[in-house]
Structure formats: structure tokens, C-alpha cells
């Protein structure tokens, strides 16, 4: 499970439109879903997407690990956050991941414990 965490940060941050669409491509279920309180999405193509708006946002940020991985059977909950490479993080998340029985994704149920003021 930690490999499927290491796989998922890197598809949040890959800027090539082809390899992260790959990535999704090989991570998700064709009907996968991606929930959290700025985005409800269904399918490979609008995950890509919901990926690419994010990076459109914050171009010069990337995600990383949290503290807490967490993961039994075909579940895994774990935080992350986006931030400079080298700062603090402006956005702070916890994930909860349903894998299907190929271990694909099947769905993320997202949190934003921390987001920037508008």
C-alpha cells in the first residue's frame, strides 16, 4: 500500500499531460471516482482533469506525504500536502482510498483540513 501512496503523489504531480495521464490510467478503475469538498468526479478523463485544474492553481506547488498512512484490506487512509517544494504547506488533506479487487483505486474520498483563505 505504501507503493500505491508513493504512485498516487506522483500523479498529482506530474505536469506531462501524457505520463500523468498514464499514471491515472494505471492507478484508477475505469470507473473510479475522486470526491472531496471542491470536486465530484467519475472516470479516468475527468480525474485527469481534476489533476490538471488543481496544477493550473498552484503551479509552483507540489504534493507530498503527510504523517499518517494507515491501510487494511482493500483500504488505506493517509494526509498529504501541497505546498513550495522547499515551505510550509498552504493546503493540508487526508484521503481515505478504496481499492477494487485488481487493486485499482475505485474511489477517493477527500478531506481539506487546511486551505488557503480566498
Not at 16 to 40: F, I, S
Not at 45 to 58: G, K, L, P, W
Not at 104 to 110: E, L, N, S, T
Request: glycine share 6%; hydrophobic share 45%.
Amino acid at each position: 500500500m505504501t507503493e500505491l501512496l508513493d504512485r498516487y503523489i506522483a500523479a498529482w504531480n506530474e505536469r506531462d499531460a501524457d505520463k500523468r495521464r498514464a499514471a491515472v490510467d494505471a492507478l484508477w478503475a475505469p470507473e473510479g471516482t475522486y470526491t472531496d469538498p471542491l470536486a465530484d468526479v467519475r472516470g479516468r478523463e475527468a480525474i485527469d482533469a481534476t489533476i490538471a485544474a488543481v496544477q493550473d492553481q498552484f503551479p509552483d506547488f507540489a504534493f507530498r506525504p503527510g504523517e499518517l498512512f494507515d491501510a487494511h484490506h482493500d483500504i488505506a487512509r493517509f494526509t498529504w500536502e501541497l505546498g513550495p517544494v522547499d515551505g510550509e504547506a498552504v493546503v493540508v488533506g487526508f484521503d481515505v482510498v478504496v481499492l477494487d479487487a485488481e487493486g485499482r483505486i475505485k474511489h477517493v474520498h477527500g478531506f481539506l483540513d487546511k486551505v488557503p483563505a480566498m
